[in-house]
């Protein structure tokens, strides 16, 4: 039994194999990617240079931004160059960066999802306590909060992954590191990685999507229990955008982190993968640009 060691490689498969759908999917996800940077890039910009947008919403907005940056970033340089270089490799150190990175950034968003869901319930069902309730330092403590509890789970993950031992085959089935496919190798127990799996989905996937759930439900009922046909619509127009971007993010991670990792789900996976790593970063500016007036006058400015 060979110990995962410094020069361990594990070989990725690729997105596809045809050497046709290879050349197309290169050319799609080098698309997703810029387009993902660039847009993200504009909304964190016409967010630091309009002065309107300085509220806490938009402060939140602006941490998803770079999350969805740094997420789209760990993944995608690594599958463009597998489509470019059949037989595709990451070494031992490379797949456990990338394991950390991704967790981490994933963990971030699900926590943010939950903040940003959080700030809205206050600003629609307790207006008057908004100022005192989502000040600046309140703002950044729970900002701060986010990037630091799934840094903190993270590194529990990665540091019992680099526990295990892995003795071959090293054919990683996918096309990225993950905890679900890197478990599927390994010849050590991992009895104790499953706990703590099931620990993180608890709260990272349960606990969050029920408080923020609880948050729109409270949204909801408050929204109609106004009077003001007018102040309904922009009541819906500031939650809408978030609520579809929740829903979008949490139906692809809950699919991949709390459903079996085996047979047709993990081909499924690759898809689900996709979702989250390259077409969300690149549709969340899309979607709260178009849906969000602010947004489209600062990015006016921008390019004026």
């Not at 990617?33 to 602006?62: D, E, K, Q, R, W």
């Not at 939950?114 to 008057?128: E, G, K, S």
């Not at 050590?188 to 349960?206: C, H, K, Q, R, W």
């Not at 978030?242 to 982190?257: A, E």
Request: aromatic share 10%; net charge positive.
């Amino acid at each position: 039994m060979m110990g995962a060691t410094r020069l361990w490689e594990f070989a990725l498969q690729s997105f596809s194999e045809e050497p046709g759908l290879r050349g197309l999917f290169l050319v799609l996800f080098l698309l997703l990617f810029l387009g993902a940077l660039a847009g993200n890039t504009l909304i964190v910009t016409a967010i630091s240079l309009h002065p309107g947008l300085h509220t806490p919403m938009y402060f939140f907005l602006t941490n998803l931004a770079v999350l969805d940056i740094v997420c789209t970033s760990t993944v995608l340089p690594k599958l463009l160059e597998n489509l470019v270089v059949k037989g595709g490799t990451i070494s031992y150190q490379g797949c456990m960066t990338q394991l950390f990175f991704l967790t981490w950034f994933l963990g971030a968003e699900l926590l943010l999802l939950t903040v940003m869901a959080y700030d809205r319930y206050v600003a629609i069902c307790r207006p008057l306590h908004y100022s005192s309730r989502m000040g600046r330092p309140v703002c950044v403590l729970l900002a701060g909060s986010v990037w630091a509890v799934s840094a903190v789970s993270t590194s529990l993950h990665t540091g019992l992954m680099t526990r295990l031992t892995f003795c071959g085959p090293n054919q990683i089935q996918h096309f990225l590191c993950e905890v679900p496919t890197l478990l599927l190798l390994s010849c050590s127990p991992t009895t104790l990685n499953n706990v703590m799996i099931v620990v993180a989905d608890v709260y990272f996937g349960v606990v969050n999507f029920l408080l923020t759930m609880a948050s729109y439900g409270c949204i909801i009922a408050s929204i109609l229990r106004m009077r003001s046909a007018a102040g309904k619509q922009r009541a819906f127009s500031t939650c809408s955008s978030h609520l579809l971007v929740v829903t979008l993010y949490y139906s692809t991670v809950i699919y991949t982190y709390i459903l079996p990792g085996s047979g047709s789900s993990l081909e499924n996976g690759k898809v689900v993968a996709v979702l989250y790593t390259a077409v969300s970063p690149t549709l969340n500016p899309l979607i709260y640009s178009l849906r969000n007036k602010d947004v489209k006058v600062a990015l006016r400015k921008v390019f004026s």
